[in-house]
């Protein structure tokens, strides 16, 4: 999958779980995500390491972003916000 399909993906994602609410948890974002076909298993594994709590939009991207640099990935798959915010 390549970088942009994936970030793609992801934000269509959160624009889907946070449409009509303010916070939701992980477990809303990885069940919506893994109704995404374009979404491996090893993509959203990502979600995985990200503890279980309510996030908004913001702070969801951010925690995403947060595994990505963690892993080293932000170079293959970029981050949903730019590294300046």
């Known amino acids: 999958m390549s970088d942009q399909v994936f ?3 992801m934000r269509q994602v959160l624009d ?3 449409r009509d609410r303010d916070s939701a ?3 809303d ?3 919506r995500a893994s109704a995404h076909v374009h979404l491996t298993a090893d993509r ?3 979600l995985n390491e990200i503890p279980e ?3 908004t939009r913001e702070e969801m991207a ?3 972003d947060q595994v990505i640099m963690r892993r080293g990935a932000q ?3 970029g981050l949903l916000q730019s590294p300046n915010r």
């Open 62 to 64: 951010e925690a995403i």
């Open 7 to 9: 970030l793609g993906e």
């Open 75 to 77: 170079d293959t798959l």
């Open 44 to 46: 959203l594994a990502l």
């Open 29 to 31: 974002v990885y069940a």
């Open 53 to 55: 709590d309510g996030y």
């Open 25 to 27: 948890a992980v477990r």
């Open 16 to 18: 889907e779980v946070y």
